[in-house]
């Protein structure tokens, strides 16, 4: 009974690719075309001598109608089954209202979330990242699921809440 960590957000963010920078092999499927993760693909992940449950998901991404609404209710099953939420944005991007429609759900739960700033590739990224200040959820931890950079730093911080 390991403990669940579940990354959410929206297509496209890069959730597939940070699973797989975490997990060192690639096994969650990366598409430059959004959509095309399953629902909720449980991996099992060790950082630092400890396992855990890691969770991929977007199968709402299917349901290209009443996207605000799929993606609420993903954001609450992501949430109920896990013990800490990895929350994606695109740093590049900055929030649209689809990630928005998400925080709203996240901000309700008590469980912790961690906000991931990704696609911050090199130090030029880390303004729009600290920006992110501004959403209340904390420290946003600046990545490139890509390159790998920051990923230590954020997966530190997720077992600190874990
Ligand atoms: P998901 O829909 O959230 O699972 O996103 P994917 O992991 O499938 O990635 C969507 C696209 O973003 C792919 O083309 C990835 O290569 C790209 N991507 C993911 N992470 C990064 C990153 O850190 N930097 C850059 N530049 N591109 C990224
Ligand atoms: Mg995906």
């Known amino acids: ?83 800490v939420v990895m929350f994606v944005v695109d740093a590049n991007v900055g929030i649209t209202t689809t990630d928005e429609q998400m925080l709203k759900v996240l901000r309700r739960t008590d469980h912790p979330v961690v906000l991931v700033a990704n696609k911050v590739d090199d130090a030029r990224g880390e303004l729009e990242a600290a920006a992110l200040w501004n959403l209340g959820m904390g420290e946003p931890y600046p990545v490139s699921a890509l390159h790998g950079r920051g990923s230590g730093d954020l997966l530190d911080a997720v077992l600190r809440v874990l």
């Open 1 to 83: 009974n390991l403990p669940v960590v579940a990354v959410v957000g929206r297509p496209n963010v890069g959730k597939s690719t940070l699973v797989n920078r975490i997990l060192g092999r690639r096994e969650a499927v990366v598409e430059d075309v959004p959509g095309v993760t399953r629902d909720r693909v449980f991996y099992e992940a060790e950082w630092a001598g400890r396992d855990f449950w890691l969770v991929d998901t977007g199968g709402w991404e299917e349901k290209v109608e009443g996207i605000a609404y799929s993606v609420a209710q993903q954001a609450e099953v992501a949430v109920e089954l896990a013990d």
